[in-house]
């Protein structure tokens, strides 16, 4: 049994980067608690920003050896190490004021929450215009319009 858990602890980490060596552009979220933003694909290139942002959205553009360059919300782009990243779906709320997170998906649905622009969330399937989106234990349904990270990338 010792021997097997390392190649599981392989196993899990070789799937990682293969999900996201895959066509660009597309979605994947920060996995990392502190991620560096580089100007080039390697460690040797300086920091131009620090994300501290688990499950922000983000939205991968090029693929080079270990390393994505990425756009973020704001449309900043730079590079960071593809080990870091998620493939796993996430959206940010948009927008200049709060929007409504809603029972079910339609204008007519119950208001469980408002949500305020800047707010990440997982992200769930997306249909007619209307997305599933988790925000820790709260989960309802808001607008596909008002999030970044749903929709084609």
Known sequence: MRL?????VLLGLASTVQAQDRDVPYWA????????????????YRID??????????KVVRLMEGWRLIED??????????????PD???IVIGNASTELRDGASSGSDIKWRVEP???GVLGDCDDGWCEFSIGER??????SRLWGAGPP
């Open 29 to 44: 979220t920060i996995r990392a608690s502190e991620l560096n933003m580089r100007v080039g694909p390697s460690a040797d």
């Open 139 to 144: 989960r309802g349904y808001i607008l596909a």
């Open 49 to 58: 920003w620090v994300y501290h942002r688990p499950g922000l959205p983000v």
């Open 89 to 91: 779906r996430g959206a």
């Open 4 to 8: 097997f858990l390392p190649f599981l």
């Open 118 to 120: 800047g707010v990440v």
């Open 73 to 86: 919300p704001d449309g900043a782009r730079g590079w960071v190490v593809a080990r870091l990243l998620s």
